[in-house]
Every structure is written in C-alpha cells, then in structure tokens.
C-alpha cells in the first residue's frame, strides 16, 4: 500500500476585505501526497497555488479543514521540510559555501562532515568554482542554484517549491529541473512543485494537480506512468504534455488542447488556436 505522506482534508480558506465581502481563495481542497512523489500544483495566477504550499508548509493556517504530514497536524514550519521561494532568500553579506553550511550549522553538524557535504552538494548543482564568492557576484541563474544546495544539502524529509525557476532562462531552468529528478532518485525526497508551466508539470511530476480558480480547487489530477528514463525529445514526454493539456482544457473549458507535433501541417491547412504553454500572469 502507498504510504501518504502529506494529507489535506477538506481545506478551505477565506478572508473578508474591509468592506465586508467574503473571498474564497480555496475551498473544500482534498489532496494526498505520497511519500517519495512529485506532485506538481499547475493553475493560473490566483487559483490559490501559493496559499496551498503555505497551509502546507506549516506558513499559514486553514479557515476550516485540516493538513497532516506523517499522520500528525501541521500547525507550523517544520525544520524537516523546507521551502524554496521563487526569490532566492540568500544571505548578501555569506558566501556560497556559507550559505550552504547554514542549515546544518542550525542542526550543529560537525564542520567537517558540514563542509563534505556542503562542497559535494556544490558540485551537484555546478557551483564548486563559485563557493568562494557573495550572490551579488552570481546571475540570477546561479543565485537560484545556490538557494536550492542549500535547501538540498540538508536532506529534507519533504521539499516545498514555489516557482522556483519561473525566472530563469530555458537552459538554466532546463537544466535545474533536471538536477531535481536526478536529486529526488537518489534521495526520495517527497516534493510539492508550484508551476503555471505546463511542461515543467509534464517533465517533472509523478502527479500533477490541476487547479480551477474563483474559488482555487483541484480540478483534474494527472497520474502518469512511472517513468524516469525519458527525456525532453521523448514520445513519452510528448505523451504527457498532451495528458496535461487536456485536463487543463477540460478543467478550463478551451476549444481543443494542442500540441507540438514533428510533422509538417498538411498544406492549406487553416490554423487552430494553440492553447498557451503556460498560463500567463494576470
Ligand atoms: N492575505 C490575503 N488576504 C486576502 N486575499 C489573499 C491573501 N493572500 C492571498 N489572497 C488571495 O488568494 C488568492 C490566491 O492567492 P495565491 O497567492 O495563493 O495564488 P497563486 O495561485 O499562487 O498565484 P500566482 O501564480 O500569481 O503566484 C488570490 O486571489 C489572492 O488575492
Ligand atoms: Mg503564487
């Protein structure tokens, strides 16, 4: 039997403006997150992706309804589980490599098995040349690299990521998405994945949560094969980006998902609408 890791019961979040109205940014959400799985939560802007990770991660709490991970209540941040924000969150005035050391000086790791671990993990992300330097010396590529070696280097139990590569450009993003299925086969790391990208879901997720807005609920789940093995040029990811699209264009009601296809249109053939990508910011 599959062991859930997190669970969210019935969730549901609301808040009242000043003038009295009511918004419901969730309602009613169930989810259950195996143990060792990346579930991916693909949604527009507002559906309420942010404020999930966050009930989840112990930031915030539910209006009504529970979350548990491992069977008991989250009520705050776990220093088990951690979040990487989209924004890097580095300390300017630390190197690199004391950036990286700051998690397991917190969990008073010896210095020498700190360092060990900090440098390969360095290695892992391709910063070992950069240790030495601050983040205002690195792009925001490298920067980015840094907050998720840190957040690595400390073997979480459960890893929350908001958007972490929304910034980057294609190769670094590619190329960061690629180190986290490598890093997730070697650790079993269970990860929540924040996107409104949906080949990241497509490449990325076990499972991905397709969200609805207005109010923010889980629409449609994909499940996908378990599959570890197929790459950006693969039918198999060919495959999965056209599961993800049409849950979204069922969940989004649009006229017909589209996909890439290898072949050349037939001639005079009128063009159909592609749906986006991704979902573009409001
Ligand atoms: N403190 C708050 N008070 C009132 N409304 C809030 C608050 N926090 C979030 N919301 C509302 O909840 C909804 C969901 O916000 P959330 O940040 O979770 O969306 P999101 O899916 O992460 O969007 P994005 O893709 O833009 O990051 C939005 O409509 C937002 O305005
Ligand atoms: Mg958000």
């Given at each position: 039997m599959t062991h859930t890791k997190i669970r969210v019961s019935g969730v549901s979040v609301s808040y009242q403006d000043r003038d009295g109205q009511q918004h419901v940014p969730l309602q009613l959400v169930n989810l259950s997150v195996r143990k060792g799985e990346l579930i991916c939560l693909l949604g527009p802007s507002g559906c309420g992706k942010t404020t999930l990770l966050n009930l989840m991660a112990g930031f915030q709490t539910p209006s009504s309804g529970s979350i548990e991970i491992d069977g008991v209540a989250v009520r705050k941040p776990n220093p088990r589980h951690v979040t990487l924000f989209q924004?890097?969150?580095?300390?300017?005035?630390?190197?690199v490599l004391d950036n990286v050391l700051f998690g397991l000086e917190a969990q008073k790791i010896a210095r020498d098995e700190a360092l060990r671990r900090a440098h390969a993990i360095l290695a892992t992300v391709g910063l070992t040349d950069s240790a030495?330097?601050?983040?205002?010396?690195?792009s925001g590529g490298m920067k980015q690299r840094v907050a998720l070696a840190r957040a690595l280097v400390v073997e979480p139990d459960v890893l929350f990521m908001d958007e972490p590569f929304a910034a980057l450009d294609t190769f670094t993003r590619h190329r960061l998405q690629d180190e986290i299925r490598t890093i997730r086969q070697r650790l079993g790391t269970t990860v929540v994945f924040v996107t409104h990208d949906f080949d990241e879901a497509a490449y990325l997720a076990d499972r991905v949560a397709v969200m609805s807005i207005?109010?923010?609920?889980?629409a449609e789940m994909v499940e996908f094969a378990?599959?570890?093995?197929?790459?950006?040029?693969?039918r198999i990811f060919e495959e999965r980006r056209i599961h993800v699209f049409t849950s979204v264009a069922n969940t989004f009601g649009h006229a017909e998902p589209t996909v890439c296809k290898t072949s050349s249109p037939p001639q005079n053939a009128s063009p159909k609408p592609a749906l986006e990508a991704s979902f573009t910011a409001s």
């Open positions: 924004e890097y969150g580095l300390f300017p005035w630390r190197t030495r330097r601050f983040p205002r010396q690195l207005n109010p923010g609920r889980i378990p599959d570890t093995t197929f790459d950006r040029r693969s």
